[in-house]
T-cell receptor
Framework: AQSVTQLGSHVSVSEGALVLLRCNYS??????LFWYVQYPNQGLQLLLK??????LVKGINGFEAEFKKSETSFHLTKPSAHMSDAAEYFC?????????????FGSGTQLTVLP | SQTIHQWPATLVQPVGSPLSLECTVE??????LYWYRQAAGRGLQLLFY??????ISSEVPQNLSASRPQDRQFILSSKKLLLSDSGFYLC????????????FGDGTRLSIL
């Protein structure tokens, strides 16, 4: 069974500082991994996805994530935080269920950006 | 390009009343469709998914049901709402295939009084 664990339900960074949001996965097969962002009272927006091509994946809004099989990790980073990055971030792993692919989501990390 | 619409955006309903939330997708055919619930401060719980018209799979048995009367229409219903049905309901779609992401609507905030 596939699962993801997001370490740290709340992360605070200063504007301009490095953003690091942690995600570890568990999967019995090569995983497909995703990061989503959710702003208040909105749906989830796809930031990036790993689908077994390059291990360093670049996404929207300056975010990127690196797939590390040896560490079973897929951490999300951004070199310099913006106030507009304040939101909740979800890591997800794809799993097979019948004829559809499901996503198993982590519990989320709330990112606060301090001025 | 593909778009997904959910309505209403917010809904306040009394306990015991019925519910109907609607979701439609444009710009694609035969999508996989999903209903999630997000309780306050918690992650996403998959409620139902559908791979085709009339095909509904339930992930969690509960007070809710789903239907897919048309290819790109997904409806979440209840005959009698409970207080515990309060939450943020999200519809999503994806293409078939192992590496396809899901794309989400803007959600419906449901409050039960």
């Amino acid at each position: 069974a596939q699962s993801v664990t997001q370490l740290g339900s709340h992360v605070s960074v200063s504007e301009g500082a490095l953003v690091l949001l942690r995600c570890n996965y568990s999967s019995s097969v090569p995983p497909y991994l995703f990061w989503y962002v959710q702003y208040p009272n909105q749906g989830l927006q796809l930031l990036l996805k790993y689908t077994s091509a390059a291990t360093l994946v670049k996404g929207i809004n300056g975010f990127e994530a690196e797939f590390k099989k040896s560490e079973t990790s897929f951490h999300l980073t951004k070199p310099s935080a913006h106030m507009s990055d304040a939101a909740e971030y979800f890591c997800a792993v794809s799993r097979a269920s019948g004829s559809a692919r499901q996503l198993t989501f982590g519990s989320g990390t709330q990112l606060t950006v301090l001025p | 390009s593909q778009t997904i619409h959910q309505w209403p955006a917010t809904l306040v309903q009394p306990v015991g009343s019925p519910l109907s939330l609607e979701c439609t997708v444009e710009g694609t055919s035969n999508p996989n469709l999903y209903w999630y619930r997000q309780a306050a401060g918690r992650g996403l719980q998959l409620l139902f998914y559908s791979v085709g018209i009339g095909q509904i799979s339930s992930e969690v048995p509960q007070n809710l049901s789903a239907s897919r009367p048309q290819d790109r229409q997904f409806i979440l219903s209840s005959k009698k709402l409970l207080l515990s049905d309060s939450g943020f309901y999200l519809c999503a779609w994806s293409l078939g295939g192992n590496n396809q992401p899901q794309h989400f609507g803007d959600g419906t905030r449901l409050s039960i009084l």
